[in-house]
Nanobody
Framework: QVQLVESGGGLVQAGGSLRLTCAAS????????MGWFRQAPGKEREFVAAISWSGGSTAYADSVKGRFIISRDNAKNTVYLRMNSLKPEDTAVYYCAGSRYLGTVGAGLRAPDFGSWGQGTQVTVSS
C-alpha cells in the first residue's frame, strides 16, 4: 500500500482559495485511484472528489462541483485538490485516500472503497 501525507490546509476567508497536496510513497502510486474526503465535527466522512489512476476520469460531490478541481502528477507521486470560492460549510478535516482496485471513479464512492488514508489536514473557512 502507499503511504499518504496531506498538506496545504489552513485558515481562509470565505470566497478564498486553497490547494491541498497529497504526497504518496511507493512505486505503485500510478496504479491507484485517488480521492479526497472530508469530515466536519459531529458528521460522517464524506466524499469530495476522486480521480482515476490515469487522471482521465474525475468525479465530484455536488456540493463542490464547479468550485474544486482534483488533479494528479504520477511522475511526482502527488495528487492535488484546488479549492476555489470556499464557503464556511467547507470547513472540515480533509483526507487523501487511495485505492488500487478502483478501475473507474464516480460520485457514489464511499470511504470503504479506499484502503489507504492520510492523517488529514484541517481547512477552516471563516465567514
Amino acid at each position: 500500500q502507499v503511504q499518504l501525507v496531506e498538506s496545504g490546509g489552513g485558515l481562509v476567508q470565505a470566497g478564498g482559495s486553497l490547494r491541498l497536496t497529497c504526497a504518496a510513497s511507493g512505486r505503485t502510486f500510478s496504479s491507484y485511484a485517488m480521492g479526497w474526503f472530508r469530515q466536519a465535527p459531529g458528521k460522517e466522512r464524506e466524499f469530495v472528489a476522486a480521480i482515476s489512476w490515469s487522471g482521465g476520469s474525475t468525479a465530484y460531490a455536488d456540493s463542490v462541483k464547479g468550485r474544486f478541481i482534483i488533479s494528479r502528477d504520477n511522475a511526482k507521486n502527488t495528487v492535488y485538490l484546488r479549492m476555489n470560492s470556499l464557503k464556511p460549510e467547507d470547513t472540515a478535516v480533509y483526507y487523501c485516500a487511495g485505492s488500487r482496485y478502483l478501475g473507474t471513479v464516480g460520485a457514489g464512492l464511499r470511504a470503504p472503497d479506499f484502503g489507504s488514508w492520510g492523517q488529514g489536514t484541517q481547512v477552516t473557512v471563516s465567514s
